[in-house]
């Protein structure tokens, strides 16, 4: 099993920064991609940023792109989203999930889930 703790949510005004960190635990030589989905209130859950073992392949959501940067650290068993540029759409919970075989866009792709992280951004 593989367990992930979300950290670096909070209240930020539109144009702002904040950096979303997620720690694995457990089987972690077993974690092959990391991504970050989100749902906002009333919506799906939607893909954010995801990205493989080595830092590569890296993918984004159209709405994120230029703005958010999502990265890792393999020795902290650790993975990082940078979000710039903030938008009061991008208010939303924020999940981390982890798969074991592939770098993927769909929540079905991923075996392990965070509790979500709060991300508020006002206007």
């Known amino acids: 099993q593989v367990q992930l703790v979300e950290s670096g949510g909070g209240l930020v005004q539109a144009g702002g920064s904040l950096r979303l960190s997620c720690a694995a635990s457990?089987?972690?030589?077993?974690?092959?991609?990391l991504g970050w989905f989100r749902q906002a209130p009333g919506k799906e859950r939607e893909f954010v940023a995801a990205?493989?073992?080595?830092?590569?392949?890296?993918y984004y959501a159209d709405s994120v792109k230029g703005r958010f940067t999502i990265s890792r650290d393999n020795a902290k068993n650790t993975v990082y989203l940078q979000m710039s540029s903030l938008k009061p759409e991008d208010t939303a919970v924020y999940y981390c999930?982890?798969?074991?075989?592939?770098?993927?866009?769909?929540?079905?792709?991923?075996?392990?889930w965070g509790q979500g992280t709060q991300v508020t951004v006002s206007s």
């Open positions: 999930a982890a798969d074991s075989l592939r770098v993927g866009t769909q929540q079905n792709e991923y075996d392990y």
């Open positions: 457990g089987r972690t030589s077993s974690i092959y991609a």
């Open positions: 990205i493989g073992w080595s830092g590569l392949p890296r």
